[in-house]
């Protein structure tokens, strides 16, 4: 499993839906944020092995319990002896709120994960991904070695015609392309 795989895997969950249709119908924030976590947790499933959790906001586990350690979605492959670290952790955040994004960046970080990620994007008629890209590198700065995908997102008015140009991939503190790659990924 590598950021690549996740990514490839979220695009091809958005393009799945009706959510191009939604958005550009001018589909708010509220009903914007299920969209993504559905697409995210879709992503996240299709990348680890059939039994493990994944648990997001409004989604509930086999036990009812929704987000874990406050975080949108995790998926978590749990060997018989119990209580591993999560393989995937992800913060989704579209507040336009610098200070927020970073707190989200910061609060995966605290996570022991083979794989994090922050899916970030701004409404603006303006260009966000630098801006974006600029508060969660001052966050990642504070972490070397610890690696972090962030997915951000351009969003506009325009009508959304390609996600893939919508959504674009950055790591963060990156040595190995291959980061997340073991045994337990299909």
């Not at 996570?111 to 008629?125: C, I, N, P, Q």
Request: aromatic share 8%; hydrophobic share 40%; proline share 5%.
């Amino acid at each position: 499993m590598t950021p690549d795989d996740l990514y490839e895997r979220f695009i091809d969950r958005l393009d799945a839906t009706d959510a191009r249709k939604r958005w550009n119908d001018g589909c708010g924030d509220a009903a914007w944020t299920p969209i993504m976590t559905n697409a995210l947790c879709g992503a996240v499933r299709d990348l680890l092995p059939k039994g493990a959790t994944i648990a997001a906001k409004d989604s509930r586990d086999e036990y009812g319990r929704s987000e874990y350690l406050s975080l949108d979605v995790i998926g978590l492959v749990d060997p018989p002896e119990g209580w591993a670290s999560p393989s995937i952790v992800i913060e989704h955040e579209n507040r336009r709120d610098e200070e927020k994004v970073k707190y989200c960046a910061w609060k995966l970080f605290c996570v022991r994960s083979e794989l994090r990620v922050l899916v970030a994007y701004f409404h603006s008629a303006k260009s966000s991904r630098p801006q974006l890209e600029k508060a969660v590198k001052e966050v990642a700065d504070r972490h070397p070695g610890l690696p972090l995908m962030l997915i951000s997102g351009e969003i506009n008015d325009e009508a959304v015609r390609n996600w893939r140009e919508t959504f674009r991939r950055k790591l963060f503190n990156v040595v190995n392309a291959s980061l997340g790659n073991d045994a337990r990924a299909r």
